[in-house]
Every structure is written in structure tokens, then in C-alpha cells.
């Protein structure tokens, strides 16, 4: 592909909702390009952008996938993003990267879920915004209901410049708007001809709210508008096109994918009224602690920044990056700001779906990938190293559910560690730690599906077989009440023997204050020197655990009296002399059950806040409050214990059909009530 200058580049993110046929749009822009022959379909896995087995088992996309093409003298960068909830992940990193994301709406479903996630994390982020009705050719479409709820849902910015010619089956063309005329595809191709009868009186009401919605946007043209000059069409596209940079205006068009009908006119309005990498803010970053701007100048210092990593268990690691400034070439040479690593770019490339095409080079705002970086991570920056300048990483939401992974085989296991390091390198959203009380190996995602993915490409990329355990909770345990006892430790076995005797008192600490110990020996009972061999006894019989088997905590220990032998006294005698003073103290000071309880925020639309609500008291947990968001959802925040909300990132998404999100953390620990210890500790050892 050849080299387009910054201005005559367009990156472009097709984002929205699993199933409104982002996918298929990308293979018809593609085809109406000339850059496919044919329209591929995501249910017999032909499509470009979804090149996964993963994804075609599953009919839905898992991965920002690339696909470049030419359109009237522009290059076109285009990103497909997953739609499942569970690939959150990706759809910050394209958001992070593109400048004009597309919403593609199903003119059946309307806005759903994920769009309206989409909307809100694409606004965060300042990116412009068009509108695609899709599937308006499909049973039960309706563009006018479809209209009012993109309003209804995302305010007055959003703005009609199209309209449908037919509906449903008859569906065969739409309404220019800016030049009032009509295009109709019944032959395949675009037709232009004169506005029908039946869309005049709509079309002239529809124009005159247009023009009046855009002539607003700028001073001059609202005063002549005024005074009764109504201005041309390319004023018009000018002024919107200046809004939809500024992500004030929002355009909606509509069409057919399948059909494929107004393809091509989004492709128009895409590098007419999408801006190019320089019509949008210069680059922040850091240099040091000190914010920067950095221009899109293609004759700067090469920056890029690494959005993506894609593991190829063949050609290896492929860093997908956005160039900030400068031109990058074969053979440029960059550093690693993170890691102060040199990495040579031997070959500069752009991605076809999974294909990659060399390319000349790749100035400022373009995205393009490079193979076999030896020290480059996802959200790395590289960068001149007379200028370490570094951009900050992709803000992506945190993993919300867990599974114990063990290896199958002792292969497995020789292999699982790096092969857990590589899929997260691809993939950041996961989170892979080990949890030091339970013993086991946690692997965190944003949902099921999520990890049962990432669990079948841990074996496909990487041939490591894992099996999946339910995940123990941390239990704890502790004393409710004082208990004192002798511990004692003596052995004779010829020659020196082990002689140790300690007197112990404990009593329960308030939660969270840990193990204190307390020398109160006097008179030289036990020698000063076997105390810390005490010390160390207690601890290590806590960390043993109790009756259960889980760490014992809040327990202050005092010694305060002992015997010892001046030859078969030792440390290793009053260690075990503690131990057995604990164990023997242990059951006459109440021992109990602790439970880690979770600080829990929920997000939800208000008419699932009491269903959740009600939900968490079901949950033993216990509301401590609510308030309102500016988006118009409700967060409530709530302490759960930590073993009732093990799944609960599946049980809300089904409670509120999608719409609600959760973060949760560790906060204390709390008395586990008699009568459920016996089902918790049955359930733990399942």
C-alpha cells in the first residue's frame, strides 16, 4: 500500500453492540473499496477481519482486528472491535487510537448495551462519533424509532443526514440531506436521481432542522442565516465537519450491509466529514513529570505508540502501534522508554486481517505493525533516545471474575508460566496471580467467555492444557476469648537431648491488628536468647493454621514464665515448646471462622437498582449507599462477603441483562456465623 500523507489519513473504529453487524459493515466497506471481491460472512468464518478460530466457533469478535483500504485519494484505517461485553479490553485500545468512531446501530434492536457502554467510554475520551443505522432492510427495522432513541439516549448532538427510501423489505436507497437528492441501489449501484414525492415534504422539514442544528456551530453562518442566506452545501459540510472533530456532532446515516445499500456514501462521509490525525489535539505526553505536546509533524522525531500485541506462536510477537510524530521506516531505530531497551523496526507493515502488507513507511497518525520487538509490551512508547518522551497507557477496566487454572501434565507445567506471560502481553485485560494463602493460580477476565478463550488460545498458540478448579476463598481464623497453656518440649535420645518449657497466655486482637507478641520473662526463666525461638514457634503454628487449616490472626501472645537445661536447652526446642503451647491453648480460646467481606461498587440503569439491591441483602452483604451518576445510572456501594460474589460478574449480567458493572476489593475480614462455617468450609474443600 502506498504512503498517504496525515491529512489524506483516516483511522476509523467500528464500535457497537455484539450482533448489529459491525463485522459485516467492515467486509462491505472493504468490497465496495475493491479491496475484497467478495462480501465474506461471519457465520461461515470468510470475513476478513475476524481471522480467529475462536471467533468463527463463536460467530462474534474477539479481537481489534485491521483492515486498511483506498478510498477517493484517502487511506482508510479500519478497526473492527469486539462487541461482547467481555472484550471490553480491545475497544479502549481502538478508541485510544482512532480519530472518528462509527457506531453501528441495528435498526431492529436499537441502542443496546454495549453501544450505550461504548458511547460513554468514546465521550470520556473526546472521540468524534458518527452513527450507521444498520439492517435497515431486515424485518421490524424502524429508522424513526432508532432516531429517537440515539436522542433520547445521547442528546440534541446527534444529527439525521440521511433518510431511508423504503423500509424493510423495500428498503432500496436513502435521502441526501445536504444536496436533496436521492440514491437508489436497486442495480447494485448507487443511482442518483430526484428526491421522491413521498420523502419531499419530510425531507425539506428534516433539511431545514439540519441546517438550523449546523449553522449554530458557527458565528458568521448563524448571522447570515439570520438575515435569510441560506448557505451552500460544501459551507454546510464544512461547519459539520469542524463539529464532529470537536465531538459535538454527532452524524447519522443509515443503510444495509448485507445489501450492500449506502455503503459507499459512508465511505464518502467518512474522509469528508471524518477528521484526519492532524485536524485533532496534538499528543500529550510525558516527559518525565512534565506534560508535553507533541505535533503531528511527519518531519519530527519518530514517536509510536503501542496499542496491541498480537502472539503468533510462528512469526512471534507483532506490536500494533499508532506513529504520533515523524515517519517511521525499515530499519528505524527507537528505545523502549519503559524498559530503556533499543528496538530495531526492520520492517514496517500494515495488518489486512491477518495478513500483513510491507509497507515504504508510515508517517504521523498513520498505524502500522512491526514483528519481533525483543522488549515491547503493550502501552509501551518508543521513542528517539535523545528523547524519551513516553505516552501514558490505555486506561481499560479491571477483571471482574476469576478461575483457578492448574496444569494438566508436567509438561504443562514447564510451559504454563511463560505461556501465561505471552497471552497477557497480548491481551492486558487479563490478570494472572498466585494467591499465597489458597495455593492456587488465579487467572482473572472480564467474563466467561472471556477466560474460556483465553484458556483454548492458551492451548492452541501455545500446546498447554490446563484444568479449571473452582476458586477457594481466604479464609482466616482467631480466638474470641483468653486462653493460657504450657508448652513443652522434651526429647532424650542419648547425648544432648531437647529440653524447652514455656508458659503462654493469648487473647484475641480487634480485626485486622495481625499477631503481637509480648516478652514478659523475668528473673531469667527462659534465657534471652531461646525468646526469639518462641516468637518464631507461634508464628509458625498460625501460619499452619487452626482447626480448619486457614492462618490464625489477631491474637496477641505473651510468655511469661518457662524452664529450660543449661545442655539440652536449644532454639529448636522452644520453637516446638510455642507450637505446642498454641495448639494447646487454641480450642479453650474460642477459636472462630473469618471471612474476607468485599467493598463492592455497582453501577446500574435506576430500574435494576432495587432488584440489586435486594440482591445484596440476599447476599448476607449490606448496602452503604447510593448516588446518582451523570450518565443517569445509579451506583451502589455495598459490602459483600467475598465468597457470595465469586461468580458475580455472570449473576448481575443476567440480573440486568447486561447493563450493570461492578469493581470489588478485599476490605476486612468479619466473623463467619456459626452455623454457616460447616457449609463454607464444605464448599472449600470441594
Given at each position: 500500500m502506498k504512503v498517504f500523507p496525515p491529512e489524506k489519513i483516516r483511522n476509523v473504529a467500528l464500535v457497537g453492540h455484539s450482533g448489529a453487524g459491525k463485522t459485516t459493515l467492515a467486509e462491505a466497506l472493504l468490497y465496495r473499496a475493491g479491496a475484497i471481491d467478495r462480501?465474506?460472512?461471519?457465520?461461515?468464518?470468510?470475513?476478513?477481519?475476524?481471522?480467529?478460530?475462536?471467533?468463527?466457533?463463536?460467530?462474534?469478535?474477539v479481537n481489534t482486528s485491521l483492515a486498511p483500504?483506498?478510498?477517493?485519494?484517502?487511506?482508510?484505517?479500519?478497526?473492527?472491535?469486539?462487541?461482547?461485553?467481555?472484550?471490553?479490553?480491545?475497544?479502549?485500545?481502538?478508541?485510544?487510537?482512532?480519530?472518528?468512531?462509527?457506531?453501528?446501530?441495528?435498526?431492529?434492536?436499537?441502542?443496546?448495551?454495549?453501544?450505550?457502554?461504548?458511547?460513554?467510554?468514546?465521550?470520556?475520551?473526546?472521540?468524534?462519533?458518527?452513527?450507521?443505522?444498520?439492517?435497515?432492510d431486515k424485518e421490524r427495522a424502524s429508522y424513526d424509532r432508532t432516531v429517537k432513541e440515539l436522542i433520547d439516549r445521547f442528546g440534541a448532538g446527534v444529527a439525521p443526514i440521511e433518510l431511508p427510501i423504503g423500509s424493510e423489505a423495500t428498503f432500496h436507497g436513502v435521502a441526501d440531506l445536504f444536496r436533496d437528492k436521492a440514491y437508489i441501489y436497486d442495480s447494485g449501484k448507487a443511482e442518483v436521481v430526484a428526491m421522491p414525492e413521498e420523502l419531499v415534504d419530510k425531507e425539506h422539514e428534516v433539511h431545514d432542522d439540519l441546517v438550523e442544528g449546523i449553522v449554530v456551530g458557527d458565528d458568521d453562518m448563524l448571522e447570515k442565516y439570520l438575515e435569510g442566506e441560506v448557505p451552500g452545501v460544501e459551507a454546510l459540510e464544512r461547519v459539520m465537519a469542524k463539529g464532529v472533530a470537536n465531538a459535538k456532532v454527532f452524524p447519522?446515516?443509515?443503510?444495509?450491509?448485507?445489501?450492500?445499500?449506502?455503503?459507499?456514501?459512508?465511505?464518502?462521509?467518512?474522509?469528508e466529514l471524518g477528521p484526519s490525525p492532524q485536524a485533532r489535539p496534538v499528543s500529550t505526553v510525558m516527559a518525565g513529570d512534565q506534560q508535553v505536546e507533541i505535533p503531528k509533524d511527519p518531519n519530527g522525531d519518530p514517536l509510536a505508540f503501542v496499542f496491541k500485541t498480537i502472539a503468533d506462536?510462528?512469526?512471534?510477537?507483532?506490536?500494533?502501534?499508532?506513529?504520533?510524530?515523524?515517519?517511521?521506516?525499515?530499519?528505524?531505530?527507537?528505545?523502549?522508554?519503559?524498559?530503556?531497551?533499543?528496538?530495531?523496526?526492520?520492517?514496517?507493515?500494515?495488518?489486512?486481517?491477518?495478513?500483513?502488507?510491507?509497507?515504504?513507511?508510515?508517517?504521523?497518525?498513520?498505524?502500522?505493525v512491526a514483528a519481533k520487538l525483543s522488549d515491547t509490551q503493550t502501552g509501551d512508547t518508543l521513542a528517539p533516545k535523545h528523547k524519551p518522551v513516553r505516552a501514558t497507557p490505555t486506561d481499560r477496566p479491571s477483571p471482574v471474575l476469576a478461575t483457578a487454572v492448574a496444569a494438566r501434565t508436567q509438561s504443562d507445567d514447564d510451559k504454563l508460566s511463560t505461556s501465561l506471560h505471552r497471552i497477557l502481553e497480548e491481551d492486558p485485560s487479563l490478570r494472572v496471580e498466585h494467591d499465597p494463602e489458597t495455593k492456587?493460580?488465579?487467572?482473572?477476565?472480564?467474563?466467561?467467555?472471556?477466560?474460556?478463550?483465553?484458556?483454548?488460545?492458551?492451548?492452541?498458540?501455545?500446546?498447554?492444557?490446563?484444568d479449571q478448579l473452582p476458586v477457594k476463598v481466604a479464609y482466616r481464623e482467631t480466638i474470641s476469648r483468653p486462653a493460657s497453656a504450657e508448652g513443652k518440649h522434651k526429647k532424650q535420645s542419648g547425648?544432648?537431648?531437647?529440653y524447652g518449657v514455656c508458659q503462654l497466655h493469648f487473647e484475641p486482637l480487634p480485626r485486622g491488628e495481625g499477631f503481637e507478641f509480648v516478652d514478659a520473662v523475668k528473673g531469667g526463666a527462659i534465657p534471652r536468647q531461646f525468646i526469639p525461638a518462641v516468637e518464631k514457634g507461634l508464628i509458625e503454628a498460625m501460619e499452619s493454621g487452626g482447626n480448619h487449616g486457614y492462618p490464625v490472626v489477631d491474637v496477641r501472645a505473651t510468655v511469661d514464665d518457662g524452664k529450660y537445661h543449661s545442655v539440652d536447652s536449644s532454639e529448636m526446642a522452644f520453637k516446638l515448646a510455642a507450637r505446642a503451647g498454641f495448639k494447646a491453648a487454641f480450642d479453650a480460646a474460642g477459636p472462630i471462622v473469618l471471612e474476607p467481606v468485599s467493598k463492592v461498587s455497582i453501577t446500574v440503569p435506576p430500574e435494576y437498582q432495587g432488584d440489586v439491591m435486594g440482591d445484596v441483602a440476599a447476599r448476607r452483604g449490606a448496602v452503604q449507599g447510593s448516588?446518582?451518576?451523570?450518565?443517569?445510572?445509579?451506583?451502589?456501594?455495598?459490602?459483600?462477603?467475598?465468597?457470595?460474589?465469586?461468580?458475580?460478574?455472570?449473576?448481575?449480567?443476567?440480573m440486568t441483562h447486561g447493563w450493570g458493572r461492578f469493581t470489588a476489593e478485599i476490605d476486612h475480614y468479619q466473623e463467619l456465623a456459626s452455623h454457616l462455617v460447616d457449609r463454607a468450609m464444605a464448599a472449600a474443600a470441594e
Open positions: 462480501i465474506g460472512t461471519v457465520e461461515a468464518g470468510t470475513t476478513v477481519t475476524d481471522s480467529d478460530p475462536e471467533e468463527h466457533s463463536r460467530q462474534i469478535s483500504f483506498e478510498w477517493r485519494g484517502h487511506k482508510v484505517n479500519l478497526i473492527d472491535t469486539p462487541g461482547y461485553a467481555d472484550f471490553v479490553g480491545d475497544l479502549h485500545a481502538a478508541l485510544r487510537v482512532t480519530d472518528l468512531a462509527i457506531f453501528v446501530v441495528s435498526a431492529v434492536d436499537g441502542v443496546e448495551v454495549q453501544t450505550a457502554y461504548a458511547w460513554n467510554v468514546a465521550k470520556r475520551m473526546g472521540v468524534p462519533r458518527m452513527i450507521f443505522i444498520n439492517k435497515m447519522v446515516v443509515c443503510g444495509s450491509a448485507t445489501g450492500p445499500i449506502a455503503v459507499d456514501r459512508l465511505a464518502d462521509f467518512i474522509v506462536p510462528y512469526v512471534g510477537q507483532i506490536s500494533m502501534m499508532k506513529v504520533l510524530s515523524g515517519t517511521l521506516k525499515p530499519e528505524t531505530q527507537l528505545t523502549n522508554v519503559r524498559s530503556g531497551q533499543d528496538e530495531r523496526l526492520a520492517k514496517i507493515a500494515t495488518m489486512f486481517g491477518k495478513e500483513t502488507l510491507l509497507v515504504d513507511a508510515a508517517p504521523a497518525g498513520d498505524i502500522v492456587q493460580t488465579l487467572l482473572w477476565g472480564m467474563g466467561e467467555t472471556h477466560l474460556q478463550i483465553t484458556l483454548e488460545r492458551l492451548e492452541r498458540k501455545f500446546g498447554v492444557q490446563v547425648g544432648h537431648g531437647q448516588m446518582a451518576n451523570a450518565d443517569g445510572t445509579q451506583t451502589i456501594e455495598a459490602e459483600i462477603p467475598t465468597s457470595e460474589i465469586v461468580r458475580y460478574a455472570i449473576d448481575l449480567r443476567s
